[in-house]
């Protein structure tokens, strides 16, 4: 496995705990003071401090940890010296050290270069997703969770593992280095392909959906009693006749036009309102439980207190509860590249811990 020295802000940060969970050796240069993850909110027991963002706390998980000071002549040399050992270096920009000066020292270097300069709701404006999220006459509504963040770091984890696998099987230029640019806007702009092909097909600009979906009829989040669930039956006659023995709406099982998938799509509003009327008086769960009996797709709209519950993600050991020595003991998600490989990753380090013994191995002068 290789060696990279990650110096990310957060959306990279994500892309090197991909590649931490697949077992490589990842070690995080940070100052002195610690990275920008340690100081995000929310901090877990509600006390900020070095080590208690749960932000740094997943982030981080399977990275070592060492300080350094690349403000100084001292701190950038240390790094170069670490950058001569290490397979990658994945750095967002402007680079702490010469780009010159990294690669003179290792040749046959990895470096990715991640231009995420612009803050994270800047760049999913300008790639064109936020124009095709929110109610259909709203204003773009942002989503939550940092998604665009974590999508930028699995362009990062993929841009990384690439320019690893050409280091090591390329023919001619096995042993060479490689330079690799990732924009985060860019890397935004591609999740939206969909907008660029209606348009290229049809000439028409896709719409806001809001909760409904676009493709049939019977596609959407809609309320019941205790919450949310989403809906998408498929088109075929098959898909329509179980949705009617879950939905005992005589509205839809009178109506002889609505058996056809074309014109039930054509009265999308009006069927998705004769199906909120029926699920507005069930239990979320139940409503799932049932659909899953009937043979088509639905899922209850899960909060992230439910996701900590849920028995799917605890069973395939996504979840998995630890003994943290400073938090007790936690329910922590694994990650999914770990979760394949069934490894149990390393708690995220405390600042600067393994910084005694990587310098140790540049020898007597680094320490």
């Known amino acids: 496995m290789a060696r990279i020295l990650d110096l990310t802000g ?29 100081s995000l909110h929310p901090h877990i027991g509600g006390a900020a401090g070095l080590e208690t963002s749960a932000f740094h706390q997943f982030m981080n998980t399977g990275k070592r940890s060492v300080a350094l000071d690349l ?30 000066a990294l690669i003179a020292a290792n040749p046959s270097l990895v470096l990715v270069r991640l231009d995420d300069t612009q803050p994270e709701l800047v760049s999913f404006a ?24 974590s999508a930028v770091g699995v362009y990062v984890a993929l841009a990384t593992i690439s320019a690893l696998f050409g280091q090591g099987n390329g023919q001619d230029d096995a042993g060479v280095g490689y330079v690799v640019d990732v924009s985060a806007t860019q890397a935004l702009a591609t999740l ?12 028409e600009t896709l719409e806001r959906l809001g909760s409904q979906g676009g493709n049939t009829a019977l596609a959407g989040a809609l309320a019941c009693a205790d919450g949310y669930w989403m809906v998408s039956v498929p088109r075929d006659p098959k898909g329509w006749e179980n949705f009617l023995k879950l939905v005992p709406h005589t509205a839809l099982s009178s109506d002889p036009e609505l058996a056809d998938a074309a014109k039930r799509k054509k009265r999308k509003s009006e ?4 199906v909120a009327e029926w699920s507005g008086t069930q239990k ?21 207190l439910d996701l900590t519950r849920d028995p799917q993600l605890h069973a395939r050991r996504f979840l998995r509860p630890v003994e943290h020595p400073a938090f007790g003991k936690i329910d922590f998600p694994v990650g999914a590249l770990a979760n394949v490989w069934d490894r149990t990753l390393p708690f995220a380090p405390k600042l600067g811990e393994d910084t005694a013994a990587l310098l140790a191995e540049l020898g007597p002068d680094a320490t």
Request: hydrophobic share 40%.
């Open 126 to 149: 300008r790639s064109g997703l936020l124009s095709i999220t929110g109610q259909p006459d709203g204003k773009p509504v942002v989503l939550g969770g940092h998604l665009a963040l």
């Open 71 to 100: 403000e100084t002549e001292k701190g950038r040399s240390l790094l170069l010296a670490l950058a001569a050992k290490a397979d990658a270096v994945v750095a967002s920009l402007p680079l702490a050290v010469d780009q010159a």
């Open 284 to 304: 979320r769960n139940e409503i799932v439980a049932k659909a899953q009996d009937f043979g088509f797709p639905c899922a209850p709209v899960m909060s992230p």
């Open 192 to 203: 939206a392909e969909q907008v660029w092909n209606e348009y290229g097909d049809t000439g």
């Open 271 to 274: 069927v998705l309102g004769y």
């Open 10 to 38: 957060p959306a990279g940060a994500y892309g090197t705990r991909l590649l931490a969970e697949l077992g490589h050796d990842v070690v995080r240069i940070e100052s002195p003071k610690g990275d920008s993850l340690r």
